[in-house]
């Protein structure tokens, strides 16, 4: 018996990976490649800009940090292809899901963890405290959010491979908020500051001064509350999916149209908007089903008249 056991064994180490997916593993090697940059783009500083080679002229000017946030909205397109890829050509796989997964670690954990603590560094740097004690102290818990947001995108992935079904009924929904929108969080916010205060400023500098507060203050508290979001298990919907399949209302249609037009006419503020509606969304739909189904059985419990 022993010896059936060890040959078993070996069998199963032997085992190699001989066909893959070429298509979708190359978009979702993209969505990785996206989080690498984001990195590389993110640790050079708000200060160096970019200004692309095809436009010399004009005001195109982009810097480094609003650029890694790009990069990362750049990954969550790709994230997204490469399911519908993998669908439409009909080669869903384990060794893609696992890729997917990986990728989504450097873009949607490590990446917006990383902008975020450059950010608030920079921050740091312009911004001096009174008391040296509480400005370290301040320091290390942005750090330890950094850890944290970073730890519950892990944690969140890995529990996605153990609970997620390869029919479609898993890709309606989802347990827990997404690390796609968690990072959108943490990235509109940052090309918020750095793309639209500007435009806020040359109108009004009392508002900027207020907007560029909440904004900077409000990026490690929006962090942590993306983060530990992850690993709750509060239902969110997958949009994409919902929107794509089947046909949908006229509201619903207007919806959409209302949403393509602010992105044209701000995407960042479009950004903003739009990931913190969905993180409220999830919240606020748990709590009234939280409190119908408290109220149901309290119903069942005691009916009336009894």
Not at 17 to 32: F, Q
Not at 140 to 163: H, S, T
Not at 171 to 193: E, K, N, Q, Y
């Amino acid at each position: 018996m022993n010896e059936q056991k060890v040959n078993q064994s070996t069998k199963r180490k032997r085992r190699r990976l001989k066909y893959i997916a070429v298509l979708p593993s190359i978009v979702t090697l993209m969505n990785g490649l996206c989080g690498f940059s984001a990195i590389v783009f993110a640790s050079r500083g708000p200060d160096a800009v970019w200004r692309p080679n095809l436009f010399p002229r004009g005001n195109t000017a982009v810097s480094f940090f609003a650029l890694a946030g790009y990069m990362i909205f750049l990954g969550m397109i790709a994230d997204v292809l490469d399911g519908h890829v993998a669908r439409i050509s009909k080669s869903t796989s384990g060794f893609g899901a696992q890729l997917d997964s990986l990728c989504d670690v450097i873009s949607f954990g490590v990446a917006p963890a990383f902008l975020m603590l450059q950010v608030m560094e920079v921050h740091f740097r312009h911004y001096q405290f009174d008391n040296s004690w509480l400005g370290m102290i301040f320091g290390r818990a942005v750090f330890l959010i950094a850890i944290i947001y970073a730890m519950c995108a892990v944690i969140r992935l890995a529990r996605f491979n153990v609970e997620n079904k390869e029919d479609d009924s898993s890709h309606t929904s989802f347990v827990g908020l997404p690390s796609p929108p968690a990072a959108g969080l943490i990235v509109s916010m940052v090309i918020f500051r750095q793309d639209f205060l500007p435009k806020i400023a040359a109108w009004s500098g009392e508002i900027y001064r207020v907007v560029e507060s909440i904004s900077i203050w409000g990026l490690p508290i929006v962090a942590l509350i993306a983060g530990l979001l992850m690993v709750t298990r509060i239902p969110y919907p997958h949009v994409v999916n919902r929107l794509l399949r089947g046909k949908k209302s006229f509201f619903t249609f207007l919806l959409v149209l209302f949403v393509l037009l602010l992105m044209i006419w701000s995407i960042q503020l479009a950004m903003v908007l739009g990931f913190c509606i969905f993180m409220l969304f999830g919240i606020i739909h748990w709590l009234v089903s939280l409190l119908f189904f408290r109220q149901k059985k309290e119903a069942r419990i005691n009916p009336a008249g009894s």
